[in-house]
């Protein structure tokens, strides 16, 4: 394992983990400075930029680092984490102007998102639009082009994962790229609180005020956070009033509408409703496809439409579409291997499909439901009938019971009437494969996930 190859796979990983702001303010110096692979495990020396970096990194991202490192070596990793700053990495481009002047539109533009902790990857080029999300894309473009004049707040509001951060950035980053000297402010509702927590400890709360309301731009992710936090809330209200009424532009992300964030202050509530309130769906099979399609070309990863079809069928949320997009480079990169379909097929079987859940369903309460679903007996779906009807009902069970809850292809033979583990394997290909073509089945499949307890 080449250990450059595997320090980009593992901070792909982690720019999917962690937020932006964590990310660039935590991963962007620090550096990989040796891996060792044992039979059992790696051990793998990370530098830190300063000290203050290696326990902000020993506190907060341990755990998300030996994942990343893990998932992309295969193998458990022990982490040693020194203050050393690279010498031999080019030195990170300056984000505070004084040094080297960009020299291109596109230098300046990438490099005020550094500034801004912007992700260049999320613009609206690489933002697929269909009918599903189409309303919220056409509010966030009108909103870069006139900031200020038409919806404010633009309120983007839906579940984790489905793009609502990205639109956001790609706002920051249309307005960036008219004018790269813009005053605009992107942060997330708990940086917000943090920071407003700071200032009034420090006495700089004067500052603080200063510097949120003097922005032409604000962007603020995640705002549910800020509820039932009574300074951060004031505060917010406050800059909120003097943006708009300096002509600037709110745009603000939650994972509920308004009306579901209990704690929040009414005065905020109103506020919000006042503006444009837009809900970022869920994407349909063909906006999952495309999502894919475009993440492969960041990554210049070759994939083609019938594996991206076979993926998007399978998994749900971008965020998982990214996840996998990152999985199956360091895949190709770090093993060398080759892009195939049995590669993408055995990775969606060791994909985690949904958030672990506290309360696991029993199997036995699956099968029920499976069978109730296709109208038959939970005996038939474990019983020897070749019927049409229940193999495909045995096989959906057995898809579940392996993609969605992880269980051993053992304990799927057992529990659909002691099959062998290659029953298991033939039955997962085959939804796996069916799914991508197939939108009865993906309907049937949604449903019957849509059912399923915890
Ligand atoms: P949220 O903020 O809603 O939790 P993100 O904006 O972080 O979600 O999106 C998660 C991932 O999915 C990101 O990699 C993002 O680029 C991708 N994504 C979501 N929707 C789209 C889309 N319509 N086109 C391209 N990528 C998308
Ligand atoms: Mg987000």
């Not at 690489?126 to 909103?143: E, G, P």
């Not at 549910?224 to 909120?240: P, V």
């Not at 590669?343 to 696991?360: D, G, I, M, Q």
């Amino acid at each position: 394992m080449d250990p450059q190859t595997v320090w980009q796979s593992v901070s792909e990983n982690l720019k999917v983990q962690l937020n932006p702001t964590s990310y660039s303010t935590w991963f962007t110096k620090t550096f990989l400075l040796s891996l060792e692979e044992k039979s059992h495990h790696c051990l793998a020396q990370i530098g830190c930029p300063s000290s203050f970096a290696r326990e902000q990194i020993a506190k907060n991202y341990h755990h998300a680092l030996a994942q990343a490192f893990e998932q992309v070596t295969g193998k458990k990793t022990e982490l040693i984490l020194l203050v050393k700053q690279s010498s031999e990495n080019p030195a990170p481009p300056p984000s505070d102007g004084l040094f080297a002047p960009p020299t291109s539109a596109q230098d300046e533009l990438l490099h005020a998102l550094r500034y801004h902790h912007l992700r260049p990857e999320f613009s609206f080029d690489n933002f697929a639009v269909s009918s599903t999300n189409q309303m919220a894309w056409a509010a966030a473009s009108a909103v870069a082009k006139n900031p200020g004049t038409a919806y404010n707040p633009l309120f983007l509001y839906g579940g984790v994962g489905l793009g609502k951060t990205h639109l956001m950035q790609a706002i920051a980053q249309e307005v960036l790229k008219a004018s790269p000297s813009s005053r605009i402010i992107y942060c997330t509702g708990e940086d917000f609180t943090n920071e407003i927590v700071e200032a009034i400890r420090n006495k700089t709360a004067a500052r603080f005020k200063e510097k949120y309301r003097s922005a032409k731009l604000l962007l603020l992710d995640d705002i549910q956070f800020i509820a039932g936090k009574d300074r951060a809330q004031e505060e917010f209200f406050h800059t909120f009033n003097v943006i708009k009424q300096d002509g600037g532009q709110v745009v603000l992300t939650s994972d509920r509408s308004p009306h579901e964030i209990e704690l929040l202050e009414n005065r905020l509530r109103s506020r919000f409703e006042a503006g444009l309130m837009i809900d970022v769906p869920a994407p349909d099979f063909e906006l999952r496809t495309a999502i894919l399609l475009i993440k492969a070309k960041q990554h210049q990863l070759n994939l083609s439409i019938e594996l991206a079809k076979i993926i998007a069928a399978n998994l749900h949320s971008p965020r998982q579409l990214e996840g996998f997009t990152t999985r199956l480079l360091s895949e190709i990169q770090v093993r060398q291997v080759p892009l195939t379909e049995d590669l993408v097929k055995s990775l969606l079987n060791k994909t985690n499909f949904s958030p672990a859940s506290p309360a696991r369903p029993l199997p036995q309460e699956i099968i029920n439901l499976v069978a109730k679903y296709y109208s038959l007996g939970p005996r038939q779906l474990t019983g020897h009938r070749r019927l049409k009807s229940i193999v495909l009902a045995r096989q959906v069970t057995m898809y579940l019971l392996r993609t969605h809850y992880q269980l051993s292809l053992q304990e799927v033979g057992h529990l659909l009437g002691d099959r062998d583990h290659t029953t298991v394997i033939h039955s997962v290909d085959k939804i796996t494969k069916v799914l991508a073509q197939n939108s009865l089945l993906q309907e049937d499949i949604l449903r019957i996930k849509q059912a399923l307890p915890g």
